[in-house]
């Protein structure tokens, strides 16, 4: 499109924008962005279309820029003889036979020999890397070089690649090889290892001077000072005893409650009992504490167990000094036992975590009954003790033994601990209510130190267990009777019979009323009269008993027999099963084996 065409459209374009511009101005409510937009994109296009460079004018030097900035740049140096193109200078020469032979080596069918040809293309080769040394080496090689050409031999060409060979090898020894056995970068680091040596010696000549920057070496005798020791440790100190000094961070210094996870010790022969005593020694200390057990449930719910798991970890929360998580640590029942006949290692764990918002709950189940019912509510006693008990369980779910659910919703004034409570049916007053929750475990502050090496025979007693305790005041563990398990008997419940009315029964269709006759308290004729059979009907009545008779003789033979071909054929099969198994047996043996014997020889 020329520029007068284009220029044209656009003056009939801005004739039909103002028009367009006109109507909307008339309208009332348009908004402000709108108005002229015609224009604006317009003169929006002429602008990029005038800052747009062109590069044909650019390379060619043709006037289309608006801005002449870059017109003619190349037409000054441009000819008017197109270089890309091939210009045929008429008659080309080739049937003269000497301009033939010099491109003829050019084509396949050419002479590609010659090691003289391919140095012209690159020129002169010189080797930066090679010695000077073997300039007189390689001299000689390129003297010989040219004479040997054209007469060489596959042996020749093989002794020179062997003589290249052994060059560039003695050259790689030279570099990496230079002591024979030791490389020249181990004898460097060597060599520097032992200056550092020798300096450090001298710099560290006065045994003053080496103490206050290295500090004591180990074997020296050193003098320490401890201060705020018991005076029970020098009364009772015993220099055959070995004493271990060592230091614990800041952070063991504070007490907490630690969570660990613990595992019952496999040669231990009993499992542990919750909040039972237990000598734990954690890093540099050893400690009495009583753990709580628990185990985490799917809803990260801390549940406390009575007993350690036999096969299992379970958690272990006490009270004592902090320790770093990851911290393992091992457990004994007492410090100074030499009685124990059985493995002391009771368990082994390693510590979790010190948080001090833990956590362990214990499953309740409260039990109430109901005493007065009403439709869908109920009121119920002896679950709670007091109106406070009861305020801290509003909303929370109940359910009957019969499974009707309900909800407690407020207390009563009287009696203390009752309530009201709403349930999705009727209630009976014989059930029973039950709430299942969770109380919190409280985990006892108990931390008693071993102290064995400030008694004067070097034993210790702490707390004693339960079993301990009974076991020496010839105590048996008490037993609860609500606690046994009693033998169910159930009184079978007899139903009243079904009685409809004479008033009802006559307005009832036929097919629905009672069909049952009364008890007649006298007989009818029917009943009474006797049957005398005539002498034909009694030899009939006999033959037909007689043939019964011999039926269910016949039937009973039969049955005997066909029981004894049954057990016979089980007693075949079973014969012909053990023989297939022995046989399997058998074959599995000798699979095994070869697959041992490839296994064995895989692994050599």
Same mark, same amino acid.
């Given at each position: ?103 003829? /080596? ?20 010189? /080797? ?477």
């Amino acid at each position: 499109m020329d520029d007068e065409e284009y220029y044209e459209s656009d003056a009939e374009e801005d004739q039909s924008d103002e028009e367009e511009g006109e109507r909307d101005d008339m309208i009332v409510g348009a908004a402000r962005w709108k108005k002229n937009i015609a224009n604006k994109a317009k003169e929006s296009f002429i602008q990029r279309q005038l800052n747009a460079k062109n590069l044909h004018s650019i390379i060619y030097g043709e006037d289309t820029d608006s801005s002449g900035q870059f017109a003619g740049l190349v037409a000054e140096t441009r000819t008017s003889v197109d270089c890309t193109r091939h210009v045929w200078a008429g008659e080309s020469g080739w049937e003269d036979p000497d301009r033939r032979d010099t491109i003829r /080596d050019c084509f396949v069918t050419g002479d590609w020999g010659g090691d003289g040809d391919e140095d012209e293309g690159f020129g002169d080769f010189e /080797d930066l890397e090679a010695d000077p040394e073997e300039d007189g080496d390689n001299a000689d090689v390129e003297e010989e070089t040219p004479q040997n050409t054209e007469e060489a031999t596959p042996e020749e060409e093989k002794s020179k690649y062997e003589k290249k060979k052994e060059k560039l090898k003695k050259l790689f020894d030279t570099d990496y090889d230079e002591n024979g056995d030791e490389s020249k970068y181990f004898a460097d680091l060597q060599e520097e290892v032992d200056t550092q040596t020798r300096t450090n010696k001298e710099f560290f000549a006065d045994e003053a001077h080496r103490e206050r920057y290295e500090g004591y070496r180990a074997g020296q005798y050193v003098r320490v000072t401890i201060s705020n020791m018991p005076c029970e440790l020098i009364e009772t100190l015993d220099p055959h005893y070995p004493l271990v000094v060592g230091g614990v961070a800041n952070l063991e210094h504070q007490m907490g409650l630690l969570q660990t996870r613990t595992k019952r010790h496999r040669w231990y022969p009993k499992i542990l009992k919750n909040q039972d005593p237990i000598v734990v020694s954690l890093g540099w200390r050893r400690f009495q504490t009583r753990p709580v057990y628990s185990i985490q449930d799917h809803n990260m719910r801390q549940r406390m167990l009575k007993y350690t798991p036999e096969h299992m970890h379970c958690h272990a929360t006490f009270y004592g000094p902090l320790a770093p998580p990851n911290t393992t640590f091992i457990a004994t029942q007492g410090a100074t036992d030499k009685k124990t006949s059985s493995f002391r290692i009771v368990a082994t764990g390693v510590v979790l975590g010190l948080d001090k918002t833990i956590d362990v709950v214990k499953k309740l189940k409260l039990t109430g009954t109901p005493y007065k019912i009403f439709k869908n509510t109920a009121f119920l006693k002896g679950m709670f003790s007091s109106i406070l008990e009861v305020s801290k369980f509003e909303g929370a779910m109940i359910k009957t033994v019969s499974g009707i659910r309900g909800q407690v919703k407020r207390a009563l004034s009287a009696p203390p601990g009752a309530f009201r409570a709403s349930f999705e049916d009727k209630i009976q007053i014989s059930d029973i209510v039950f709430l299942r929750c969770w109380v919190s475990v409280d985990i006892p502050k108990f931390y008693t130190p071993v102290i064995n090496l400030l008694t004067v025979d070097k034993t210790w007693s702490g707390m004693r267990t339960v079993a301990e305790l009974r076991r020496e005041r010839g105590e048996t563990i008490p037993v609860k009777q609500d606690s046994l398990y009693k033998e169910i008997e159930r009184q079978q419940k007899v139903f009243k019979p079904l009685v409809v009315s004479k008033s009802l029964q006559k307005n009832l269709p036929f097919k629905t009323k009672p069909k049952v006759e009364n008890k007649r308290k006298k007989q009818l004729y029917v009943t009474k009269r006797a049957v005398v059979s005539e002498p034909g009907e009694r030899r009939l009545t006999t033959l037909m008993q007689q043939l019964l008779t011999a039926q269910k003789e016949s039937d009973k033979k039969k049955m005997e027999k066909k029981n004894k071909e049954k057990e016979k054929y089980l007693a075949e099969q079973a014969k012909i099963t053990a023989k297939r198994g022995e046989k399997a047996k058998e074959r599995r043996k000798i699979f095994y084996q070869k697959n041992a014997k490839k296994d064995q020889a895989g692994e050599e």
